[in-house]
Every structure is written in structure tokens, then in C-alpha cells.
């Protein structure tokens, strides 16, 4: 099986019954997690029971994209205690606020932690990282398979690199949190939707996600649809997408 669910798909907070940034990338039986923020995890354990996830990528420290993480640190320690450490892609100040939320256990013995701004290999996959312009470290991911390219830009401004990140992605998942015209302030840290489908350009399909609470999803969907002449989709807990 070779899918994406969409484990929580708002920003800043959650609506009722909806969670933030969150995904579940599975390729032939290897099980990916991409971010985990506020109230992504009870989503998560509804397909991975007991938090048996391979890897883990969190694009950012913001608790929106990676509180959840320290709440799947406590499910393994208290109900997998025996397994080995789940591998843990991020940057830096990541592992810093884990380490805020839950002190003990340190996250460094649940989790085998690796700096996302390296190349490296996770299961089947080929990680890639490009780093875009957000209030904190933001690294943007590509996660490259056999026969499957999966692109995420975590919070992003609009920006160039994004061509490169979404460069021949089978399914690209673009931060969408405002609609409307373009702010006219500098630097910018998070996209319209028009924007999203603009930075979408070379990839096949676009996945909208990270809209602000309160936002009408279909009105994102027709102004990314503007700029990008491929499939536009809103992110929706529980949608799973086939790949």
C-alpha cells in the first residue's frame, strides 16, 4: 500500500474535530510520520496503534507542526517500552521543546534524533530538506521512493526554493493559510493559496493544507487552482490519498 492520510490539517489551532499539521506517508509497510501537532496523535493511533511508526520528519519547532511528538514520546515509553527508538528528523530546536514539555523521559531515548538539514535514508525513502522562509528554522522536505516523490514545504513564505522543493513531486503538500490578495508586507512567512498553487507549478498535484481556523476550504481550492493547472486538493482529517 502506498498512500498519504491526513491526520490534522489546520494552523495555529484546531478547529473541533480537527487537528494540526500531521500525515502519515506509508509506502510498502514502511510507516512515516510527517509533523504532529495539536491533537494530531489521537488521529495517528487510530491507523498505528501504540505509535508503531518507522520514522518521524517535523519540519519546525512551532507546537502547531510538533507538540504531538512529545505526546507519541509518552505512548511508546509507557506502552512499547521494548522497542527501539523511533528515528526523528528535525531541526534543532525541535528536540528543545520537547525537551520543555517532558523533561523525563529525555525525548533523546524515545526518539533517535537526526538533524533534518542532512541528506539521508529513511526506510525505502530518500530525504531531502530545502530550507524556507518562516519565523523559525524551517526546513521543507522531499522524500523520494521508487516510483514516488512526496514534497512538503511544513510553514512557508512564498519563495523560489519552492520550485526546487516541488520539482517533479507526485503529490506536493503546500502550506495555504491565507486567502485573498497577497499581503503587502516583507518578509512574508506563510502563503495564500494563490500562492501555494504558484509555488505547486512542477509538481502533479497539489495538496492544500495549514488553513487558518475558520477558513472556507473550497475558496482556497479555487484560488490555487489560478496558478496551478493540475489537481488541487483541501487537506481533510481523514482523507486518504492514494499514491
Known amino acids: 500500500m502506498r498512500s ?5 490539517s489546520c494552523g495555529a489551532w484546531p478547529e473541533p474535530g480537527r487537528a494540526c499539521a500531521g500525515f502519515l506517508l506509508e509506502y510498502d509497510g514502511f510507516r512515516l510520520v510527517l509533523d504532529l501537532g495539536y491533537a494530531a496523535l489521537p488521529q495517528l493511533l487510530k ?11 517535523v519540519t519546525h519547532q512551532h507546537p502547531d ?33 520537547l525537551r520543555a514539555l517532558e523533561p523525563r523521559p529525555d525525548p533523546a531515548t524515545v526518539f533517535d534524533v537526526h538533524d533534518l538539514a542532512t541528506t539521508e535514508e529513511i526506510g525505502p525513502f530518500r530525504l531531502e530538506s530545502v530550507l524556507l522562509p518562516h519565523y523559525v528554522t524551517n526546513l521543507g522536505v522531499r522524500l523520494s521512493a521508487p516510483g514516488l516523490t512526496v514534497a512538503y514545504t511544513g510553514d512557508s513564505g512564498p519563495a ?20 485573498g490578495d ?25 495538496l492544500l493544507t495549514h488553513f487558518w481556523p475558520g477558513s472556507d476550504r473550497a475558496l482556497s481550492v479555487a484560488e490555487a487552482q489560478q496558478t496551478f493547472p493540475g489537481e488541487v486538493i483541501a487537506a481533510e482529517e481523514g482523507l486518504v490519498i492514494p499514491l
Open 4 to 8: 498519504l492520510t491526513v491526520l490534522g
Open 47 to 57: 491507523y498505528c496503534p501504540d505509535g508503531e511508526v518507522d520514522a518521524v520528519v
Open 65 to 97: 507542526h510538533c507538540v504531538d511528538v512529545s505526546a507519541l514520546a509518552r505512548v511508546r515509553y509507557y506502552s512499547a517500552p521494548e522497542e527501539a527508538a523511533i528515528p526523528l528528523y528535525c531541526p534543532p530546536g525541535v528536540l528543545d521543546v
Open 160 to 179: 523560489p526554493e519552492l520550485g526546487q522543493l516541488s520539482a517533479g513531486a507526485d503529490l506536493y503538500i503546500s502550506d495555504a493559510t491565507l486567502q
Open 182 to 206: 497577497s499581503p503587502t508586507t516583507t518578509p512574508r512567512y506563510v502563503m495564500t493559496a494563490t500562492e501555494a498553487g504558484a509555488g505547486a507549478t512542477a509538481a502533479k498535484r497539489l
